[in-house]
RNA sequence: CGGGGUGUGGCUCAGCCCGGUAGAGCGCCUCGUUCGGGACGAGGAGGUCGGAGGUUCGAAUCCUCUCACCCCGACCA
């Protein structure tokens, strides 16, 4: 067992908390719900964003930059949309310092008052639609399809590095359509996207559904959503899609003239996923040693380590290894620190999710071999050296299928469902995890549920299979499951 | 905003009750011996003890005020 690191089953949060720091992912900041995202950490985030930002400009999305500080007013024009913000905005009320005339450092200069307060962006559809109204008029100019990457900032009381912190990085897709049903398309093909990401670039499996009304974010009509599962069988909601309808349109008079001469409403999405996904994929794959990685999000893919220290018979080798594996698209650093000890650098990368570790020796290279260690199952094996490239590339490849396949059992083993309420305590309680079971449809049993146990419905899952039951708590008539958990 | 806690070298902390030369481990630097799973030895650098005021011959230690952060709850991605 590492000696740095918390195990899981003593206590998980300080568990995740060793994992960023020991792994070099992020550090706190002086300022108290903010971060510093360290190289490493950004360099897993980096990989997210280049992989995410091809798939928007393979579905016609382009990128732009809207501004970080919005007139307080704007955050005002829709009711929901303010309601749902405006207690966790920071506001810039001041563009001045000055000399504290009694020495004690600077202080605001009461005279740089603004005359209209500043919104540092909690999201951005506000100054977006403010935007928008400008650049459409006619229908050609539909569908307008941007996103953006950015920082917002939201004023958390809590805040967990990487899963809930105040200011965050994400990306934020804003689109406007002629009819509706182009923007409920769009929105679910972007959920469809997200979906894809996280399963075959993060390994991790999940659920497709509609958040309820409780959950929606302020200003949708719909939000669909994409609900993860971590290994303390928390939900983590690891992306959102919304349907806004004509809400914003309509409170920043967004219009355009169709084919018929007919102005309207234009109709709109937008879709998000944040550094929130850094801390999913923690908490999905990583263990006692560390933190894992899947080889698609791995900074480095490969990493050789000579034994005991570098030498030119085993530079050459190692350098020979590395040609092979560049050509065949291998991320590889060769470890040449001779202040290092092997034993070291191996428990290090363990640490920081290295998806494969190369140690040779003379040894091997007598025997034209390598030992090869793969993270995901710490197991470790000699394989010749002829091939090597593709021997590794095929290594890389199960790993990437182990790690998904290794979460979607654990996903699917804590789907649990339930018919009485008492067992929904007792699942919540000793199994944890999703809990599938009947719900009358009302906010209020919602609430209810809530209140009593802490779990919310995550989502009613797409495609459910419609199915009579009773609610099981009010035992009033259902059609449907839906699925709990405590959540993230 | 309630409840609990902590501020002492880069990090983790001891010292405070009972005032008297600021300590340990880890990390860092140098040299040497090592090296197939987190090496060892010797030497060395580094702190106005969160801040302000007070008591005292003398304050990390006692008193007052203040600031900050952490953990647990109410809000959220």
């Known amino acids: ?91 810039v009320t ?30 951005s559809e506000t100054i977006i639609w403010d935007t928008y109204r400008d650049w459409i008029q006619s229908y050609r100019d539909l569908p307008l399809l941007i996103n953006q990457w950015a920082n917002v900032m939201r004023w958390e009381m809590r805040t967990r590095p990487f899963l809930r912190t105040s200011e965050f990085l994400w990306q934020e897709g804003h689109t406007a359509h002629a009819t509706q049903q182009e923007a409920v398309e769009e929105t679910l093909r972007m959920l469809d996207v997200y979906a894809d990401f996280a399963e075959n670039f993060m390994a991790m499996p999940v659920i497709k559904g509609v958040k309820t009304a409780n959950e929606r974010f302020a200003g949708a009509e719909d939000t669909y959503c994409i609900e993860a599962l971590m290994q303390d069988g928390k939900a983590l909601q690891a992306g959102t899609s919304h349907f806004l309808g004509q809400n914003f349109a309509k409170a920043f008079d967004v219009t355009f003239l169709s084919k018929e001469n007919q102005r309207e409403h234009v109709w709109a999405t937008s879709w998000g996923v944040s550094t929130r996904l850094v801390g999913g994929l923690i908490m999905t794959h990583s263990d006692d040693e560390g933190l894992v990685l899947p080889p698609k999000l791995a900074p480095i893919q490969v990493v050789i380590v000579p034994i005991p220290t570098p030498q030119p018979e085993i530079n050459d080798v190692a350098e020979k290894i590395m040609r092979e594996l560049r050509d065949l698209n291998i991320t590889v650093k060769y470890d040449t620190d001779d202040t290092k000890r092997a034993g070291f650098k191996f428990a290090e990368y363990e640490l920081r999710g290295m998806p494969v570790r190369i140690a040779i020796g003379k040894r091997d290279i007598e025997n034209n071999v390598a030992e090869v260690a793969r993270r995901d199952t710490r197991e470790k094996t000699t394989i010749s050296l002829d091939g090597i490239g593709n021997s590794i590339k095929q290594l890389l490849d199960d790993i990437q299928q182990n790690l998904y396949n290794r979460a979607k059992h654990y996903r699917d083993e804590h789907i649990t469902r339930v018919d009485s ?23 209020e049993t919602e609430e209810t549920i809530k209140e009593k146990t802490k779990a919310t419905i995550r989502c009613i899952p797409l495609n459910n299979p419609h199915e009579d039951g009773v609610c099981v708590l009010t035992g009033k008539p259902s059609k449907q499951r839906v699925l709990f958990a405590k959540a993230y």
């Open 1 to 91: 067992m590492s000696k740095e690191i918390t195990p899981r089953n003593q206590d998980y949060s300080a568990w995740y908390n060793d994992i960023v720091k020991k792994a070099h992912l992020a550090e706190n900041s002086p300022v108290r719900g903010c971060m510093v995202i360290k190289p490493h950490g950004f360099a897993v985030w980096e990989l997210m964003r280049d992989a995410l930002d091809a798939m928007f400009k393979k579905t016609g999305h382009v990128n732009a930059y809207f501004p970080l500080l919005i007139p307080k007013s704007f955050l005002s024009k829709e009711a929901q949309h303010v309601d749902g913000f405006a207690k966790e905005c920071a506001v």
């Open 421 to 443: 309420f008492d067992e929904f305590i007792d699942v919540l309680e000793h199994k944890t995890g999703f809990i599938s079971a009947h719900w009358d449809g009302t906010a």
């Open 94 to 123: 001041h563009h001045r310092l000055m000399n504290d005339p009694n020495g004690g450092g600077v202080v605001v200069d009461p005279s740089a008052r603004l005359e209209e307060e500043l919104i540092i962006r909690p999201t």
